[in-house]
């Protein structure tokens, strides 16, 4: 009887662990993922800008250059200023590793311009963020990205998994 109690323990235990791993992860998607997209669609240059850390670094894999949170940010507040740009963004996950307070997400994101239209045109990349929670809420602390020479496509994007699909990042 006392091993059967212990392996209920036991089992119990995984399954809290487990939970609150997800429920990192869910933070970490409405906190982080649901407000980039949001910000990289409607242009919300302070909402972009708050979801990244002070001490925020930027790697570009295929433009080879490193840059800190003012130079990276800069870019995007001088191209959003054309209101008439139509864009949306997307993720798909090929790893996600977190605990309470630091998290690892690896991934596939799809940028299309000019969505259903004529000229709509996509775009692929691998990426790789380190978040870290800062008084009470998630942020960007590294955010590199490349097209792996041209190599990330459809393909690529269709083949990792949705960020609502908890179950693959156990």
């Known amino acids: ?9 036991f089992i119990l235990y995984c399954f809290v662990i487990r939970a609150q791993d997800n429920t990192n992860l869910k933070e970490i998607n409405k906190q982080i993922w649901n407000n980039f997209t949001k910000a ?9 800008g708050s979801l990244h850390s002070e001490d925020f670094i930027r790697i570009g894999g ?4 490193i840059r800190d949170k003012e130079n990276y940010l800069s870019g995007y507040k001088q191209r959003w200023q ?3 740009l139509n864009k949306t963004i997307s993720f798909r996950f090929l790893e996600r590793i977190c ?11 799809k940028l299309t311009r000019n969505p259903n239209s004529d000229i709509e045109k996509s775009y692929f990349g691998k990426f790789h963020v380190i978040l870290k929670m800062e008084s009470s809420s998630w942020k960007i602390m590294v955010d590199y ?9 459809e393909t690529s994007y269709n083949d ?11």
């Not at 605990?99 to 994101?109: P, Q």
């Open 1 to 9: 009887m006392k091993r059967n109690y212990l392996c209920l323990i």
């Open 40 to 48: 990289f669609e409607t242009l919300d240059f302070e909402l972009f």
């Open 62 to 65: 295929d433009s080879k250059n």
């Open 82 to 84: 054309n209101k008439s």
């Open 99 to 109: 605990n309470d307070s630091i998290a690892s997400e690896r991934g596939i994101y």
């Open 145 to 153: 990205d490349s097209s792996e020479n041209n190599t990330i496509n």
């Open 160 to 170: 990792a998994y949705v960020m609502y699909d908890f179950n693959k990042f156990k």
